[in-house]
């Protein structure tokens, strides 16, 4: 966990104009990638360790949910990593969520979000004790 926290520690301040609690800015975003970029493994993916060091240093201050998120990973998930569409979609339901910060009244899974966030958002709200808002599915060929 030391090497990851060096690597961080190298790369952010190797980026001096960013400004982690701007996390909209072109230059963060760039930043946020180019974070996976460097950590991708030959699987297309960075393994969990390398997720809960940047996730918890870059969000979860701002983002509480971000912890009950490793959480989820850890345990439900056996430690996986993220693949990129899942990193970035990642960053975007942030950016999404902005300063509202209420992913429980935010979060909608007949929205384009990767399956992963699904099960995150009925697992946070198993923990939380909370009804989940799930879609009706609506079946278009009733009269065939």
């Known amino acids: 966990m030391n090497l990851f926290y060096t690597m961080w ?10 400004n982690k609690s ?13 974070l996976f970029q460097i950590n991708q ?5 960075v393994s969990y360790e390398v997720v809960e060091v940047y996730l918890k240093e870059l969000f979860a201050k701002q983002f509480p ?8 990973l850890k345990d439900e998930k056996k430690s996986i990593g993220l693949n990129k569409d899942q990193w970035e979609s990642f960053y975007a339901l942030l950016t999404f969520l902005g300063n509202k910060n209420k992913f429980l009244d ?7 979000w990767p399956y ?14 909370i009804k989940p808002r799930i879609p009706e599915q609506v079946n278009d060929y009733s009269e065939y």
């Open 9 to 18: 520690i190298i790369l952010f301040t190797s980026f001096p104009k960013i």
């Open 22 to 34: 701007d996390i909209t800015s072109k230059d963060f975003e760039d930043f946020y990638k180019y």
């Open 41 to 45: 493994t030959k699987k297309k993916s």
């Open 65 to 72: 949910f971000v912890n009950d998120f490793l959480t989820f």
């Open 106 to 112: 935010s979060y909608n899974m007949s929205e384009a």
């Open 116 to 129: 992963l966030f699904d099960e995150f958002y009925l697992y946070f709200c198993k923990i939380k004790n």
